[in-house]
């Protein structure tokens, strides 16, 4: 199996609240890590990334959360909108890049 | 406009036919990267290219070609020995090839072979 994956496939998510996206990664080596977020029919856009020295980022309405004792990253969006509809994806970088399955986020009006 | 293009949106083929799709990228990226992405898995690296004329296998490059003649273009064949060619096509590219930059995505090919 995959060494990056996702808890849920399915987050449904009440507009204007937050969602929390999770991804587990494998190689404590990981040193880079993305997300990315991909509309239906479109190419992955990159959302933020953050390197295994730092512990949080943030950036407009995401926030990236890294816990390397676990080996768990989280995608904060907060208030969330109609427009975050989308399958988030996380990716763990070392000698090589490994994407996630992906995250279907589902916003409920 | 700096970015990743790539041609056609959607493409149809005959089994046994191979086909090229297209990727171009005017970000002055060094790195270029073939994908392929099938529901519910995560994407499946098929070729790259970390410098012009010089391109490395990924993890699913049977029934594939690529070339690197120039930098700003990556081209993928699909032969017709690649079994099962119907899929959702990415090209990506990156700075450099050490994995420490994002890589940034092209819209994608749908490729439909019958």
């Known amino acids: 199996g995959e060494s990056v994956g996702l808890h849920l496939p399915t987050l449904s998510v009440q507009e204007g609240d937050n969602s929390i996206i999770n991804c587990a990664y494998s190689?404590?080596?990981?040193?880079?890590f993305i997300w990315y977020k991909q509309e239906s029919g479109k190419g992955p856009q990159f959302i933020i990334d953050?390197?295994?020295?730092?512990d949080k980022r943030q950036g407009q309405r995401v926030t990236v959360l890294l816990n390397k004792t676990v080996k768990h990253l989280s995608l904060q969006i907060a208030a969330t909108q109609p427009g975050d509809s989308a399958v988030y994806f996380c990716a763990e970088c070392y000698d090589k890049i490994i994407f996630g399955k992906g995250t279907r986020l589902h916003i409920l009006p | 406009d700096g970015g990743i293009t790539q041609s056609p949106k959607y493409l149809f083929r005959k089994e046994g036919q191979n086909v090229t799709l297209s990727c171009e990228q005017n970000l002055n990226h060094d790195a270029m990267y073939w994908y392929r992405q099938d529901p519910g898995q995560g994407l499946r690296l098929i070729y790259y290219s970390q410098i012009v004329n010089d391109f490395q296998k990924g993890d699913i490059a049977e029934g594939y070609s690529v070339s690197r003649e120039k930098k700003e273009s990556f081209p993928l064949t699909v032969t017709s020995a690649q079994k099962n060619p119907t899929a959702f096509y990415l090209c990506?590219?990156?700075?450099?090839?050490?994995?420490?930059?994002?890589?940034?995505f092209g819209p994608g090919t749908r490729l439909t072979v019958t």
């Open positions: 190689n404590s080596a990981s040193d880079y």
């Open positions: 990506a590219s990156s700075i450099t090839g050490d994995n420490t930059y994002e890589q940034y």
């Open positions: 953050i390197r295994s020295n730092m």
